[in-house]
């Protein structure tokens, strides 16, 4: 079975920073491309490209209204993908999902596998 949890979510202020953690298991973790989206409140029904990053870290792709603030990143020996984000803005407030896939293309349904999610809120 495939589990992908994600942690590090929270409440914060516009202009601070969050690190979200996902771990993998259940797939051979540097097989996958794993990537970000996120789903605003008010759009059940989207989830919206952050980030994304080959197996090995080398390619990494961002949303333009990231670009710059959030960095995607991934530890092979931990099973692990994390989204730094910095300067946040209100805007940004969505759950966040990560994924896996076989690819690291930017539409949610090239992506296999998922998290829960977890909430980060920025407030103004």
């Known amino acids: 079975q495939v589990n992908l949890v994600e942690s590090g979510g929270g409440l914060v202020q516009t202009g601070d920073s969050l690190r979200l953690s996902c771990v993998v298991s259940g797939l051979t973790f540097r097989d996958v491309a794993m990537a970000w989206f996120r789903q605003a409140p008010g759009k059940e029904r989207e989830r919206d490209f952050v980030?994304?990053?080959?197996?090995?870290?080398?390619?990494?792709y961002y949303d333009a209204s990231v670009q710059g603030r959030f960095i995607i990143s991934r530890d092979n020996t931990k099973n692990t993908v994390y989204l730094q984000m910095n300067s946040l803005k209100p805007e940004d407030t969505a759950a966040y999902y990560c994924?896996?896939?076989?690819?690291?293309?930017?539409?949610?349904?090239?992506?296999?596998?998922w998290g829960q999610g977890t909430q980060v809120t920025v407030s103004s």
């Open positions: 980030a994304t990053i080959d197996w090995s870290g080398g390619h990494r």
């Open positions: 994924a896996a896939g076989r690819f690291h293309w930017r539409t949610s349904s090239d992506y296999d596998y």
